[in-house]
């Protein structure tokens, strides 16, 4: 099968297109034949060498495969599986299990799994399990999110800042994203009720009062925000600089305990399926489409990256998977 492989640590363009052969599901595995997949910020980071990808492998990359989001049909189970059959059409995120999803076919737990509706495509499938989820976790994880709150939304115009604009909308909050001048008519189409170029404005002096504040890309010292937080608000870290997520990791929760002010990381969940079902059902009604920047195929994945890198990217990158159709399995000819 073809998949995009890697064997260092570096940027995108250590990636490369290769033949390589296709896995066999172990007992608690199905192996599922790709038909789409997109591409994460969180890719870049871990085939870049960051703390999290150097535990698994210190030297070089423990997952020559990458990829986490993934949709496709199962073609084949382990001897221990129960849920999952021949021919279901799943989707699921790869983060936690091995990675693997830029390729042609891949074998994942059952667990990691769970079953696509038909009403949604394998491409709006292949957005949501990493970028959605997260999204909605960062919105709704730690408290409610209420009618007519304030919602400040910081790369927003991101894979999962795209995704948080919508939820919050679906929450009637009141939203403002913020991200480069490119991004902000999409961000105002999406939903957004105001906009803010991070080059000509700081969202953390201006006047307004936040009752949520998601920040997917924090670049400054979290205390900035307190001042733009409401009384009670709370300041949820999604992503960021290694300083940044040190800081909302360790301070956050002293912040926390001697103020009304309430800082933090993500608490991030990844194999939930109550909030992957909940994201179905707001894309079934038309309440979330994930921001399809581009389709590409699986050789263009290292040039996608490297865009994504340098803010190219406005959403998702999604990457369909053709087939070479030798496979004598039950798919033949489902899309
Ligand atoms: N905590 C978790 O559970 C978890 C899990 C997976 C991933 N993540 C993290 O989440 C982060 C976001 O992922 P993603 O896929 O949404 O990334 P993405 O698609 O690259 O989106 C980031 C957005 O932020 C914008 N941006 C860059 N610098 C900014 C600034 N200073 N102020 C405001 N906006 C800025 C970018 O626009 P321009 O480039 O045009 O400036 C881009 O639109 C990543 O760091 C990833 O590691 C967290």
Known sequence: MKAIVCDRYGPPEVLRLEEVERPAPRDNQVLVRVHATSLNAADIEILGGSVLARIGGPFRPRHRIPGSDVAGRVVAVGRG????????????????????????????????????????????AATLPQAAKIALQGLRGRRPLKKGQKVLINGAGGGMGTFAVQIAKYYGAEVTGVDSIGKLEMLRAI??????????????????????????????????????????????????????????????????????????????????????RFLLELNEKGRLSPVIDRRIDLSEVPEALRDLSKGLVKGKVVVTVGHDDDYPGPDKGLT
């Open 81 to 124: 599986i129960k849920r999952l059959k021949e021919g279901d059409a799943v989707f699921g995120d790869l983060f936690m299990c091995g990675f693997g999803a830029f390729a042609e076919f891949v074998a994942v737990p059952e667990d990691a799994l769970m079953r696509k509706p038909d009403s949604t495509s394998f491409e709006d």
């Open 191 to 276: 939903g957004a009720d105001h906009v803010i170029d991070y080059a000509r404005e700081d969202c953390t002096s201006g006047g307004e009062r936040y009752d949520l504040i998601l920040d997917t890309v924090t670049r400054r010292s979290i205390f900035d925000y307190r001042r733009v937080m409401a009384p009670d608000g709370l300041f949820v870290l999604v992503g960021g600089s290694r300083y940044a997520i040190m800081q909302a990791m360790l301070l956050g929760p002293l912040v926390s305990i001697a103020s009304k002010k309430k800082m933090g990381i993500n608490p991030m969940n990844v194999n939930n399926e109550e909030d992957l």
